[in-house]
């Protein structure tokens, strides 16, 4: 076994080391000692302690076997401080004279459980710790840190569970917390929404259903400037309060919103739901050759992509006036006689009656089915040939009406008996007008050249070689013709 001797100096001169707590004025404790310890240290400190009447209670003190001579008498204050600073010992001294002994940082943990018992004492004496639940109607988190910032030193914690409050508190700091709750926990006032159904007369309901969502934002910003519905909306989530879904089988509306907004709702769709005007669309397609319209006076070149303008001013102005409106009256019975007399070709004359913004075509022609060999099925495809028209009509607010035309002629150039080539000529135009109802509109500009070549001869001797071209002769002959589209419109009341 190792000893450690240390005489009185040695130890008085080590003494200097290390700085335990200091023991309180007392006179046992500069009461002279003198003793000879050859044991182990956690004997040597209990030993010690109860020289002078403590109650030693040891904490983690080593058993480490020590060897200490103190031959001439030494105040117990002095003694105590050098063994326990060689040992880097500490020391709290409690009631009742118990000193508690041990490493210095357990000793510390000692004294801060004292430090908080003392300040929770004093806690005390201001004013007993309650803990309370506090159940909330917002968010738990947002308002926990709202009573930690108004009331400092506030214990706060958030059940977010239950949505609920912890708080240990003061009496007076619980009044504080529930003034604070009772003024800013507000609970959302419910806003009551209803069911309704608009069975809509004239509109589609998928129509007016994509309306209304649309204007959502609108139809509660007007409800909410009621005087008597206007508090209940304001800042509520329209999202959770306004739905439309449309019933295509009854052509109806199936509205979800407050009181005050299906008001709102009931009163735009009076105004939608309104009965939608007709327009009779006359469209004639007209085939005449381009040298008989020179010869008669209809002046095409004006008109070439567009709307023709100006359509009698020469060989038969003495029949009608040329500044007069174009009617349906004047053109009609001009076309009627260049037909009589075998000038041109009517291709179609057609009367179609359709709603108004809807749109309505004609086609004068026919339909190529084409069915290509695949490797798995048959590719099949139809390609419309012919005349197609497609006309949307449009009534303005002061009953006039605009049209929007699209023209398009496709001939086939091609042999249809061979699917894999097939050319098409095409020819097509497009353009929008307004016009008065019952006015006529000259649509042109959609021209055909056609080269023609025309051999007679004298049966067999026309056949006959080196002289057969005494015997015959060949006529070229190259057609323009023009496709004039006459539409007329009006308005059914």
């Known amino acids: 076994m190792k000893?450690?001797?240390?005489?009185?100096i040695l130890l008085l001169g080590f003494s200097a080391l290390a700085q335990p707590s200091v023991l309180p004025a007392d006179e046992r404790f500069d009461l002279p000692v003198s003793l000879q310890f050859d044991d182990s240290l956690a004997s040597v400190v209990e030993a010690l302690a109860r020289s002078v009447g403590l109650q030693p209670v040891l904490s983690q003190v080593p058993d480490t076997p020590v060897y200490y001579n103190i031959s001439e008498p030494t105040s117990f204050r002095t003694v105590w401080h050098t063994v326990l600073t060689l040992n880097d010992l500490d020391f709290l001294l409690r009631d009742e004279d118990i000193v508690v002994v041990g490493p210095a940082a357990e000793v510390q943990k000692l004294r801060?459980?004292?430090?908080?018992?003392?300040?929770?004492?004093d806690a005390a004496e201001a004013g007993t710790i309650v803990q309370e639940f506090y159940s909330v109607a917002s968010d738990a988190a947002g308002m926990a840190e709202l009573l930690r910032s108004a009331i400092p030193g506030l214990y706060v914690e958030v059940l977010p569970t239950v949505n609920t409050l912890l708080v240990r508190a003061s009496a007076s700091q619980h009044v504080q917390v529930q003034q604070y709750l009772a003024r800013f926990d507000q609970v959302p006032e419910q806003v009551m929404v209803e069911f309704r159904t608009y069975r809509l007369s004239n509109a589609q309901a998928a129509e007016l259903a994509g309306v209304l969502s649309g204007a959502q934002g609108a139809l509660f910003q007007a409800a909410s400037e009621d005087e008597a519905d206007g508090e209940e909306l304001a800042g509520a989530e329209t999202g959770n309060l306004f739905n439309v879904t449309a019933d295509t089988r009854t052509n109806s509306l199936v509205v979800t919103a407050p009181a005050?907004?299906?008001?709102?709702?009931?009163?735009?769709?009076?105004?939608?739901?309104?009965?939608?005007?007709?327009?009779?669309?006359?469209v004639?397609?007209?085939?005449?050759?381009?040298?008989?319209?020179?010869?008669?006076?209809?002046?095409?070149?004006?008109?070439?992509?567009?709307?023709?303008?100006?359509?009698?001013?020469?060989?038969?102005?003495?029949?009608f006036d040329p500044h007069a409106a174009v009617s349906a009256l004047n053109i009609g019975a001009v076309l009627d006689a260049l037909e009589s007399q075998g000038l041109s070709r009517r291709v179609d004359d057609s009367s179609l009656t359709v709603l108004n913004n809807s749109p309505t075509s004609i086609q004068a022609g026919g339909?190529?089915?084409?069915?290509?060999?695949?490797?798995?099925?048959?590719?099949?495809?139809?390609?419309?040939y012919g005349v197609q028209i497609d006309v949307t009509p449009r009534v303005?607010?002061?009953?006039?009406?605009?049209?929007?035309?699209?023209?398009?002629?496709?001939?086939?150039?091609?042999?249809?008996?061979?699917?894999?080539?097939?050319?098409?000529?095409?020819r097509a135009v497009s353009s929008t007008i307004t016009?008065?109802?019952?006015?006529?509109?000259?649509?042109?500009?959609?021209?055909?050249?056609?080269?023609?070549?025309?051999?007679?001869?004298v049966p067999l001797l026309g056949s006959l070689p080196i002289i057969g071209g005494l015997f015959r002769s060949t006529l070229a002959e190259l057609s323009e013709t023009e496709l004039l589209i006459i539409v007329t419109a009006d308005v059914l009341d």
Request: aromatic content about 2%; overall charge negative.
């Open 367 to 384: 339909t190529i089915l084409i069915s290509i060999p695949g490797q798995a099925e048959n590719i099949e495809r139809t390609i419309p």
């Open 112 to 121: 801060d459980v004292d430090l908080a018992t003392i300040q929770t004492a």
């Open 435 to 457: 016009l008065v109802p019952g006015q006529t509109v000259l649509l042109s500009g959609l021209m055909q050249n056609q080269y023609t070549e025309t051999v007679n001869q």
């Open 3 to 8: 000893r450690l001797a240390f005489s009185l």
């Open 260 to 282: 005050a907004v299906q008001a709102q709702v009931a009163a735009l769709l009076s105004e939608l739901d309104v009965p939608q005007r007709q327009v009779n669309v006359q």
């Open 284 to 319: 004639r397609l007209q085939e005449i050759h381009v040298s008989t319209a020179d010869r008669i006076g209809i002046n095409l070149a004006g008109g070439i992509g567009q709307l023709s303008a100006n359509i009698l001013d020469g060989g038969l102005s003495f029949l």
């Open 396 to 426: 303005a607010a002061d009953g006039r009406i605009t049209l929007t035309i699209e023209a398009k002629v496709e001939d086939v150039l091609s042999s249809v008996e061979d699917p894999q080539l097939l050319q098409l000529a095409t």
